[in-house]
């Protein structure tokens, strides 16, 4: 039996009835006793051993953080393309685009790129010629920041076989132009189109421990991964190697429902580490490719968004899983699709499904509906820094029409369960940028001054409950997120006192440095 008597003055527990502690006795990898019970049985020898004694750095220490919502392959992958999210113009994105391609070994993708045309100077979605002057012989697929559109070279459209005469697919969009011709512009469903073209991706596996590596280091002790059964083959091998320091709960994307079932996956399965967690489908698009499915246009746009799927298929797809017992998680942004997918939650409810339910973003919902967020048990798995990437996007495109947008207090206040994420990489993975977000609603720099509806900002309490117990909860987890007697020594050393800056100064919050990470008792990160 491991024993050790972890010290600081200033350890958060997330306990509501007692919050603070100064010490915490940890057995085989669970707290066991708190403050003055913890010193006096390390000191007593308990269970005829004796406790070693970790005193921790930093400011503050406080329970490990969990990322309700990260796509940790598409994260990882990331570190190999090059990073668009900056430029300000076309101009400035094809000299990046250039300067990268010239470094690339022949015939590989470009891939990628997080290039958001909505911060350009003019804001509009670029086309397959100008990105054909700086790819060169090679396939070009950039991923637009928010991963719901790419803009594709006319050598990929080509291999593809996407032409004029290509029907658009089932929620997908071939965008054309005046002439009838595919822009290189793929929005949604219409993004597939691709994948019939042969292309050799190297092992994840490495690129997921680098991105591992990472995760720890800004405080992530277990996420919630959204991508697909490439990267639950890498975990599994990650944790049947011992390798895997994170806890993981791994979605099952909709195109792989079936062999879940045909494997006899159902969530919860799984041990501390490694477990099966929900199905994630998808009921819209995204704000930043006007593709987020509102029941009213966006303002100087025609279209009301897209639809991912008809609504008799999103119901079919989602009464399977729940009668699989797997959980559901949907991803919904627009107030339309808030409104189908808490319907198709209400079918699995009127069966009698046990199973947890989420909605992924809940970005703008009508406020009539977010009562039966909490009447059907339905979590609202959101990403502050959603928020504020967007604000400026959410005023020019939505306006000021009636909807609860990132409505964090008003779900809270009406009893909904809130759990917290990131999105990485649409968004930096890094928590602490989310918790500056739900507490201030303001960017980095401090704008707009105020926070942007900041009727709508939360504690610093209810922020990290969030990230921590709330998270753990929408994936069926009630073991860890706190440090109390029972749960599992998940644990931040952290250079500042973040509930010392909520009044003073919760700017710095953002910027917050974990110096050491512990999982199970065990030291998983540490900064030199």
Known sequence: MSRTLFQHERIWTGTASDPWTDALLVEDGRVVAVGAEAREAASAGAAGSTASVVDLPGALV???????????????????????????????????VRAHAEGLPEGEWLHSGRWNHNRWAVPEQPDRHALDTVSGNRVAALASTDGHTIWANSLALQRAGITRDTPDP????????????????????????????????????PWLERCQDRLLSVGLTSITDIDGEDARAAYAELHADGALRLRVTKCTRDPDLELAISEGRRSGQGDDRFRVGPVKFFSDGALGSHTAHMTEPFIGHEGCGI??????????RTLLAARSGLDVVTHAIGDEANRLVLDS???????????????????????????????????????????TADLELADEIIGPRRLASYAWRSFLDAGVRVAFGSDAPVEDPNPFHGLHAAVTRTRADGTPVGGWRPEERV???????????AAHESVGRTDVGRLAPGQLADLLAVDRDLWALEESSPADIRDAVVLQTWVGGELAFTRD
């Open 307 to 316: 639809a991912a799927m008809p609504y008799e298929v999103l119901l079919e």
């Open 62 to 96: 406080m329970p490990g953080l969990h990322d309700a919502h990260i796509h940790t392959a598409w994260l990882s992958r990331d570190a190999s393309s090059v990073d668009l999210r900056e430029a300000r113009s076309l101009e400035e994105t094809l000299d990046l």
């Open 459 to 469: 504690s610093l309490d209810e922020a990290v409950h969030a990230f921590t117990v």
């Open 170 to 205: 089932v929620g997908g969009e071939i965008v054309r132009d005046a002439h009838g011709e595919p822009t290189g512009i793929l929005r949604e469903s219409a993004q597939e189109l691709l994948d019939v073209i042969p292309h050799e991706r190297s092992p994840l596996r």
């Open 345 to 387: 939650f209400a079918a699995v409810r009127a069966e009698d499904l046990d199973v947890l339910l989420r909605v992924e973003h809940a970005q703008h919902v009508r406020p009539v509906d977010i009562p039966r967020f909490r009447a059907l048990d339905v979590v609202a798995s959101m990403q502050p820094s959603h928020c």
